[in-house]
């Protein structure tokens, strides 16, 4: 078959609308900021709902929408396990994680790393995350939105689309800091879920109904527990390596969990959190099974990549397709904008304003943007390359599995044992990135063995877990008053339970996780 991705006079319209809209909004916002917290955290003054929608915002971008339907389309719904899971571990941050977060009112999650253990911790974090933020999350970003304008305008190179993707990204973000991106991210919501509801809509229609696709397709490709030697997500990965990947996503990195820093209050961030959880469980319906729809509606299709954009262009009429696409440019934007944000956050937060503690708030935020523009630079220079590359999801995957271990066992060990100390850490990261490398060139570039990337996280943890406590009972403990603050403790829990007596279910952090697991079971159990 032969996709016709051509837009309407109308369409275009109506993305070229959209685009100044925002681009507009971004500096108009930009013009309120009076300090470096204005800036990087919105004043910390966000409400739980756009808290929620930012979150949900920033992690379905362009790069998961083609990533969910295709890998949908090729190996299965079990592609979903990642968003489900999401919800489990949000409950888990809210619990255990935020209100330590909140309370040390730091600006990025390495500072809070330095506060538990030491400058190296953060040090490394911060680089970390740069690496990935520029090598996975943006770029990758940017490559996706590249491919879908190169099927739209094929006679022009992808590169020169990738610049003009980030360009309108890098203006209003570069203006209006993280409130432009909240704020934004609303709106794109709004546009991406009516879009995802729209195809679903149309595509089940056009296969005949639900009844169809079960009797059509395997049911294999319908279940979302998968047997071990399955390729996309098997069932022991599912519950050992997909946590782990999951924790460093929702709960450390720094261009998700930056939303949350800038919560009015503590009750805003927990709420806000679990907004987004709720958010990722419809996913399921409207970006996952549409793949699966077109198993039967487009077989023939060469990529799986281009899944998402055939639904789009060759089901929906003019006009709505424009408000789709529109969206699709939303969801690329707001990862975008996101991580160049919490880039420049890094950057200036972690390591200018240490070397130049004498910087005011307003020379923060000038070197904020400078920091923006180039990082910007970077991702378009580095995108083309992820070419090269398998699915656009599996390269995500496989990259956080190789380096986050290390950070992840910093944040689990270090927030329930109290005898962490910053030397076992340090031993951690040192012997964690070695092995990490080894594995990767074992793995993936000499094919030596053949790990499944969901267990390569798993097993580089727990080397890390081994190391960071063996490391720190060889050397002295850690100051017990330093490191209180940053533990979670059975006390802790108690006069928590306390506080909340007088709290309305409805309000009540934890009444409204329990339902929230309950409708994740039973979504699961539905397709199990």
Not at 23 to 33: A, N, T
């Amino acid at each position: 078959m032969n996709p016709d991705y051509s837009l309407h006079f109308i369409d275009l319209t109506i993305i070229g609308v959209y685009i100044i809209f925002v681009v507009w909004l971004g500096l108009r916002l930009g013009k309120r900021h009076e300090s470096a917290e204005d800036y990087f955290l919105a004043g910390r003054s966000m409400i739980w709902p756009f808290i929620g929608i930012s979150l949900f915002a920033s992690n379905i971008s362009s790069t998961t929408l083609i990533g969910l339907a295709g890998d949908a389309y090729s190996t299965g719904i079990s592609v979903f396990n990642y968003e489900w899971f999401a919800t489990i571990i949000l409950v888990f941050f809210v619990i255990f994680f935020l209100p330590f977060i909140l309370r040390a009112r730091v600006y990025t999650m390495p500072e809070f790393l330095e506060r538990r253990f030491d400058r190296r911790a953060r040090t490394y974090f911060a680089i970390l995350t740069l690496f990935l933020n520029i090598v996975v999350d943006t770029a990758a970003t940017l490559y996706a939105g590249g491919l879908i304008l190169k099927l739209i305008f094929p006679a022009i190179p992808m590169w020169q689309t990738i610049t003009v993707l980030a360009v309108i990204a890098g203006i209003y973000t570069i203006a209006g800091g993280l409130a432009a991106v909240i704020y934004t991210d609303a709106i794109q919501t709004a546009l991406l879920l009516l879009g995802s509801i729209v195809i679903s809509i149309v595509a089940l229609d056009k296969v005949g109904g639900w009844s169809a696709v079960t009797s059509q397709v395997s049911p294999d490709m319908l279940s979302l527990i998968r047997p071990l030697d399955d390729p996309g997500v098997p069932w022991l990965g599912l519950f050992t390596g997909l946590p782990l990947l999951g924790f460093y996503f929702w709960c450390t990195n720094q261009f998700m969990v930056q939303r949350v820093l800038s919560a009015k209050n503590l009750q805003h961030g927990r709420l806000g959190s679990l907004f987004a959880g709720l958010l990722k469980l419809p996913v399921l319906f409207i970006m996952v099974l549409p793949g699966t729809f077109a198993i039967l509606l487009f077989p023939d299709l060469p990529r799986a990549d281009l899944v998402y954009p055939t639904l789009m262009f060759e089901l929906l009429p003019v006009g709505l397709l424009g408000l789709v696409m529109a969206g699709f440019i939303a969801a690329l934007m707001s990862q975008i904008d996101s991580t160049l944000n919490s880039a420049s956050t890094l950057v200036t937060m972690d390591f200018v304003a240490k070397a130049k503690p004498q910087l005011s708030q307003k020379q923060l935020m000038l070197v904020g943007r400078w920091i923006t523009f180039i990082f910007m630079v970077l991702a378009v220079l580095w995108a083309p390359q992820i070419e090269k590359f398998g699915s656009l999801f599996k390269y995500l995957q496989k990259v956080l599995s190789y380096t986050v271990p290390p950070v992840v066992t910093m944040f689990l060990v270090g927030m329930f044992w109290k005898r962490a100390n910053a030397q076992g850490a340090f031993f951690s990261i040192v012997i964690g990135v070695v092995l990490g490398a080894i594995f990767f060139y074992m793995n993936d570039i000499a094919g030596l063995t053949s790990v499944h990337f969901l267990y390569v996280a798993p097993i580089l943890f727990i080397a890390c877990t081994a190391i960071l406590v063996i490391g720190s009972l060889m050397t002295a403990p850690p100051d017990a008053s330093k490191v209180e603050p940053y533990i979670w403790t059975k006390k802790f829990y108690d006069a928590e339970t306390a506080d909340l007596k007088n709290v309305p279910w409805y309000q009540n952090y934890r009444v409204l996780s329990i339902g929230l697991l309950i409708l994740t079971a039973i979504i699961v159990a539905m397709f199990w």
